[in-house]
């Protein structure tokens, strides 16, 4: 089993910013040039998930690449993009999927959890016959 938690595209544009600390650290702080006593670092890295334009395809190549993974879950936001609708068609080239949400009542840090939006979560199983 693994889980996925791709950065939410459109909601938080720049997870580096935010989520450098683990990745820096696991690198042991090697070749990293923070930027003006920021939490940025030099040089930037992108994931293939914060561009509109590349997304897609990044979510194709994380789910052909984890294929051989028998489950998946895969938390999601209705702010997101791609949408729902795209991401199960994305899902269910690999895996057939359950969706479970839960609509957020109050607002909760960043812009992907306000008041109104849904939280996804793709639960992400083998077709029949497949290990």
Known sequence: MVYFDPPYCGCHPDYQAFYHFLETF?????D????NGTKMYYPKKESGFVQKTEIEKSFQKLFENSRHIRYWIISYNSKSYPEKEKMIELIEKFKK?????HEYANNYGGKGSRKGTKEYLFYC???EGVN
């Open 32 to 35: 990293k040039e923070f930027v």
């Open 97 to 101: 999927v359950k969706i479970y949400e």
């Open 26 to 30: 696991v690198e042991y702080w090697k």
């Open 125 to 127: 199983y083998n077709y």
